[in-house]
């Protein structure tokens, strides 16, 4: 017998109550349950909404929050945001409990930005592979997507015009919304069981010819490769996975993101880089690749002290600029600081040709000096359990890329992982 799959709703049903109703009629008539959550904060519900399966109220407690109260205090400046939190973390808690009692198998959402906010925080507590869908008011190219997707494969739909109302362009919007997420979760597709070792690479335009040659050479050694772009969320996601136990061991190749964190780039991680992974005993290789340089925007916006050191405009809207002796100092002081406290087995690969594209013998960023002053600093800050191996070659030639090859065999051996097809 085909097990009908099951669907959660979560939508501000004082506001929302009709095209909840009707996002529930088409993805009933598609086949599948649905189960509704009110995430209405104060108002009174709308009599065109469906019967919440969970109420406001339930919610609001699961979050932390009387709702009564929060209706009793609505003229307080801090309550609305008091219950916008209670309703995300009651939604998150939720929605997680409903999955892993095998209750639900995806989750749809429409709201404005309150909405938006509410119903992202929830799905973003959902595994990946979960399907999830937010129809949005704000998912527009005027709002940063990051606050709402964060490192989850979450889909937003932009709903063009306000949700406030049924007419024919909403129905077609919600329509089709409801039948993406019938259709992901109803897919039929069966991940394919597999003891290889599931491996998170770090990507970035410095080290992409590296890392393409990298790839295909450790699935050929029996590895499952997942591929993070260090774009600021690309090295959070990895981090998360592997906390997760999704990820058995990390080839760190591009560690820029520290950089940007330290210098205000573009592509920022957060203060788990480079800890999460090694605090959950996955151990991992690292190469300082791209970490000579900060990413930043336009260069009409680039800070006039930066200016002062040598810059290349990546393109129009990307400028990356070389850092100084002094600042790689204190990059080698944070990666070293963050490495220490890991409990599984690290090893650092020093690309002694450079550690960058344009970091090269006779280009634009090459600066021995600073370099040296990143690797002595390193050295002397790390655990002496931490090996740093200096090697005679660009990040993306040949000669590194069989070198940390071969290292990181010998690390996922120390650690004591066993792999296979």
Do not use: W
Not at 98 to 106: A, D, V
Not at 255 to 272: P, R
Not at 319 to 332: D, H, K
Not at 407 to 412: A, D, I, K, R, Y
């Amino acid at each position: 017998m085909t097990h009908i799959k099951t669907i959660a709703i979560l939508a501000t049903l004082d506001t929302k109550g009709p095209e909840a109703a009707f996002v529930k009629s088409r993805i009933e008539a598609s086949g599948c349950n649905t189960i509704v959550l009110d995430t209405g904060i104060l108002a009174p519900r709308d009599s065109g909404g469906p019967q919440a399966d969970f109420s406001a109220d339930d919610i609001a407690k699961e979050g932390g929050e009387d709702r009564a109260v929060l209706i009793a205090r609505s003229s307080e400046k801090d309550t609305r945001n008091r219950g916008i939190h209670a309703m995300c973390k009651g939604s998150a808690s939720i929605l997680l409990q409903l999955y892993h009692q095998g209750k639900i198998n995806g989750v749809i959402g429409l709201g404005g930005a309150q909405g938006t906010e509410i119903c992202t925080y929830g799905m973003r507590a959902l595994p990946l592979g979960v399907p999830k869908m937010m129809v949005s008011t704000v998912a527009s190219g005027q709002t940063p997507f990051g606050i709402y997707t964060g490192t989850r494969d979450l889909t937003i739909m932009h709903s063009v015009v306000d949700i406030l109302g049924l007419n024919s362009l909403t129905k077609r919007v919600l329509a089709n919304a409801a039948g993406a997420v019938v259709g992901m979760v109803t897919s039929d597709y069966e991940e394919e069981s597999t003891r290889k070792l599931k491996v998170g690479i770090t990507i970035y335009g410095q080290t992409t010819p590296a890392a393409l040659a990298i790839k295909p050479q450790l699935e050929a050694r029996g590895y499952e490769v997942f591929a993070f772009h260090c774009n600021g969320t690309g090295g959070k996601a990895m981090e998360e996975l592997a906390g997760e136990g999704m990820l058995d061991a990390l080839f760190d190749l591009s560690t820029h993101e520290i950089t940007d964190e330290i210098f205000g780039g573009i592509h920022a991680s957060d203060d788990d880089r480079l800890i999460a992974g090694g605090l959950k005993s996955i151990p991992r290789l690292v190469v300082p690749g791209g970490l000579d340089l900060v990413t930043l925007g336009e260069l009409d916006s680039v800070p006039e002290h930066y200016r002062q050191q040598p810059y290349v405009m990546h393109n129009p809207h990307i400028t990356l600029v070389r850092l100084t002796s002094s600042q790689m100092i204190q990059v080698a002081e944070l990666m070293a600081q963050r490495l220490n406290q890991a409990k599984a087995p690290v090893v650092v690969a020093i690309p002694r040709g450079g550690y960058s594209f344009y970091n090269r013998d006779g280009l634009h960023f090459r600066n021995p000096e600073a370099d040296e002053s990143f690797v002595k600093t390193l050295k002397n800050s790390l655990k002496p359990d931490i090996a740093t191996v200096e090697i005679d070659s660009h990040v993306n030639d040949p000669p590194f890329i069989e070198a940390i090859l071969d290292l990181f065999e010998e690390l996922v051996h120390k650690a004591g992982l066993k792999g296979g097809s």
